[in-house]
């Protein structure tokens, strides 16, 4: 067994003093007569006695065009499927209505329900309810009532498709 008085300290063991050595800076050039070369490979600096064969190669064909930009958001209908409202930009332009599309809160059906004039123009429209399920049929004739969003055009015109069959 060893004691206390046995082990060493560590404090008696010393301390190394490290000397910081000076930066070493390496000439631009060595000599005149020595070729000072890059650490990049050698197909890299190969490359540049041909650069402007190199330059021409990967010259673009054809001029870059920008690309048309488009909408941080992408505009959609406002119903239970998801679809996407690819007439906005069409139709924005031949509009001369005092209220903006963009406040309607009808759903398609409902505004192709307000579309229709004749009894023939309705079966489209009972197509399109025979899509959906009956809990997306409930959402959309509880849409056409006026306290949440609908009027009371489309609510007749509701009642005008269901008399004609």
Same mark, same amino acid.
């Given at each position: ?31 005149? @007569? ?105 959402? @959309? ?25």
């Amino acid at each position: 067994p060893t004691t206390a008085a046995e082990k060493p300290d560590i404090e008696d063991i010393g301390v190394l003093e490290l000397y910081e050595e000076p930066e070493y800076k390496s000439p631009e050039q060595i000599s005149e @007569e020595l070729l000072t070369l890059s650490g990049q490979s050698t197909s890299r600096w190969l490359n540049l006695l041909n650069l402007d064969i190199v330059k021409k190669r990967n010259k673009p064909k054809t001029s870059l065009t920008v690309p048309k930009s488009a909408p941080f958001f992408l505009p959609t209908i406002p119903s239970l499927e998801l679809e996407f409202d690819l007439e906005k930009d069409k139709l924005s332009s031949d509009k001369k209505l005092l209220i903006p599309e963009s406040l309607s809160t009808l759903t398609p059906f409902a505004k192709k329900l307000n579309g229709c004039e004749k009894s023939a123009d309705y079966k489209e429209c009972l197509e399109k309810l025979k899509t959906l399920s009956p809990s997306s049929i409930e959402a @959309e004739v509880t849409s056409m009532a006026p306290d949440v969003g609908g009027s009371i055009d489309v609510m007749k015109h509701y009642l005008r498709m269901i008399d004609v069959l």
